[in-house]
């Protein structure tokens, strides 16, 4: 026996449509927080403005001899010195400093040792290559320098950040 035969459908019967769905929003992911800032740094008011970082050598450089003297100036770079000065702090913790971005000239003369083969020492003589500079250090007014210090920090900041770190904080490093 055949099974019975189904009606056939009335073409006339709708089909129910579902509903339109609202599109589903995607949102871009939040950008991440910077880091905090370990160790903030208030600036010194003034009532003279910061000049803009690519005109600030001759009055950092100014007040800078105010506390370095004019024999201390004479051995700090002159151009770039901001820039010269956080690459070098960036690069301390790494294997290798370049030359190129230390901010002070180089001692005169070459560097002087004694013995031979592999028995090589720092030769006594080589001090007098430093002198200079230890005097600098040892008359150094470290109160007056962090005072310049935090009178330029903007500006320190700015060359961080144009260094590659947009998000980073420069006396944190």
Known sequence: EQAPARPAADMNTAVPVPEPQPPVQVSAPSPPEPPPILHPIETLPSADPLPDLSHSDVPFRQ???????????????????????????????????P?????????????????????RTIAASNAKRYAAFIAVAKNLDADALVALYRRYYPLFQQAYKELGYPDGNFNDR
């Open 99 to 119: 030359a190129s971005v230390v901010p002070l000239k180089r001692a005169a003369g070459p560097f002087a040792v004694d013995g031979q083969g592999e028995a």
């Open 63 to 97: 007040s800078l001899g105010g506390i370095l003297g004019k024999k201390g100036l004479a051995l700090v770079l002159s151009d770039d010195l901001i820039y010269h000065l956080v690459v070098t702090l960036d690069n301390l913790p790494r294997k290798h400093l």
